[in-house]
């Protein structure tokens, strides 16, 4: 399965992003995605997830209230809403599909990785 992310670029700070991500996979549907972040000079880190009907999604801590997960099955499309950016949001964003049971598992669970879109926030 390839993925393909899309829709980072520079923003300033309050300002709202939608990242896309995408594949042409028709076993889109069998996997739970996750969209995680890497920092500069920081590991990468989980920002949420989505199973795979969309029913349900979970959040880091940091983002919660301002990100939103959706997805659109039909077209094989998994959306990250960023709305209120901060600097501190400022990443390489990555989605990642699996499969497992759950929902949040660890990174190493993930099947799947897109390239990554970088989001930069300025102040």
């Known amino acids: 399965v390839q993925l393909q992310a899309s829709g980072g670029g520079l923003v300033q700070a309050g300002d709202s992003l939608r990242l896309s991500c995408t594949t042409s996979d028709r076993t889109f549907t069998d996997y739970h995605t996750g969209w995680f972040r890497q920092a500069p000079g920081k590991e990468r880190e989980f920002v949420g997830a989505i199973s795979r009907n969309g029913g349900s999604t979970y959040y880091a801590d940091s983002v919660k209230g301002r990100l939103t997960i959706s997805r659109d099955n039909g077209n094989n499309m998994v959306y990250l809403q960023m709305n209120s950016l901060k600097p501190e949001d400022t990443a390489v964003y990555y989605c990642?599909?699996?499969?497992?049971?759950?929902?949040?598992?660890?990174?190493?669970?993930?099947?799947?990785w897109g390239q990554g879109t970088q989001v930069t926030v300025s102040s």
């Open positions: 990642a599909l699996h499969r497992r049971v759950w929902i949040v598992v660890p990174e190493t669970d993930y099947e799947y």
